[in-house]
């Protein structure tokens, strides 16, 4: 079979109830964020936006009991998210390979701009609950990336471009391993150390184990509590350390370390997810 290529769209860090903190934090942390976005599904976000990418803060709305999945989820990364361009072949794709997902599902948020207000629009194929506990895995179809990737909020104070790598910690990384290699072949997943890496464009997904966290991240990474795999930090490109190690001085962010080619944010001071920033 011809199995699809594995994009990276986007990233997800859950704010629970706490959207206005959860923007106030990634303002210091040196990210620009769009507008407060409402979407039809009844969550709300806000996005950092990079150069083919992007950080999601999801919160669920008060008024709105849609996404009981937000509130039923701990604060911290639980959404990695892979682009498609045909949503209906990846559906299909996912199926052939016994991959349990739900059909295509279709939603939207409007996006005001100066001459007026428009829909964003996306589709998203999901994999069915269980298959992966560690969070959120879907593929998102964009119909509107006009709308979504505008060059005025493609700037940070940090300087970052891009996302680099997403790290997973499970006591059994194999188990990742084969799904990955049902979605996307077995030929996208390479062993690494304490792990196995997806490669994702560009970027790269990491699952290693709890003791292989540790090693990289040290106390800067989130607690397991009691969780078998969980998603813990994310890695940035950037411009400078410079622009980073300022912005981190400039928003006060308790922790931030710069040390072996890379600032480190704890999961402490980044709403449950650990944070680092490469050149």
Known sequence: MTFPVPTID????????RIDEGAETF???GFTLTPRGYHTLGSMNHLAMFGTDYLELIAARPDDTGRPEIMASPEGLNGL?????DSAATYAAMQTAGVPVFPPGEFSRPVALPEGTRDAVFRTVRLMPGVAPVGRLYFCHHFTRDLV?????????NGTT??????????????FGGLFGRMFGTDAVRPIAGGLSLTVGVSRFDVV???????????A????????????????RTKSLDMVSHAMDTGGIAGARRENGQVTVPASAAFGATLAFCL
Do not use: C, Q, Y
């Open 10 to 17: 986007h990233v997800v860090i859950n704010v629970r109830d």
């Open 27 to 29: 303002r210091l942390l």
């Open 81 to 85: 998210v892979f682009g498609t361009e």
């Open 149 to 157: 990737w505008r060059d005025e909020w493609r700037h940070h104070a």
């Open 162 to 175: 891009g996302v680099a790598r997403a790290v997973i910690a499970a006591n059994d990384p194999s188990e």
């Open 209 to 219: 184990t709890p003791e292989a966290l540790d090693v990289e991240f040290g106390d």
């Open 221 to 236: 990474a989130p607690a397991a509590d009691g969780r078998d795999s969980f998603m813990a930090a994310l890695v940035f």
